[in-house]
């Protein structure tokens, strides 16, 4: 019968710990649809205070957070659902 101490129960224990993280890490790195948040369909930028906010409404006039000046949105391109 294998004998387990508590040295070498506490090694295991880190090891298996150390292990499940990393495979969590690969596996959380290299998926493919991970929004890297370089995706610029939300951006808007203010014409009068030039202040960029991200916005997410379908509508073509946007109010500025900052000083609540309406504009026409810049990219006409409608984001997909
Ligand atoms: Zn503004």
Known sequence: MISIDI???????????????????I????KEDIDSGTDTRYLESCPHCGYVFLYFGKEDV????????????????????
């Not at 070498?8 to 499940?20: G, K, M, P, R, W």
């Not at 596996?27 to 290299?30: H, K, L, R």
Request: hydrophobic fraction near 40%; charge should be positive; aromatic fraction near 20%.
């Open 7 to 25: 040295s070498l129960a506490i090694a295991l224990f880190i090891t298996v710990s150390i292990c499940l993280v990393f495979v969590k890490w």
């Open 27 to 30: 596996f959380y790195n290299y």
């Open 62 to 81: 946007v109010t500025c957070p900052r000083c609540k000046y309406y504009f026409e949105r810049l990219s006409q391109e409608q984001p997909e659902q």
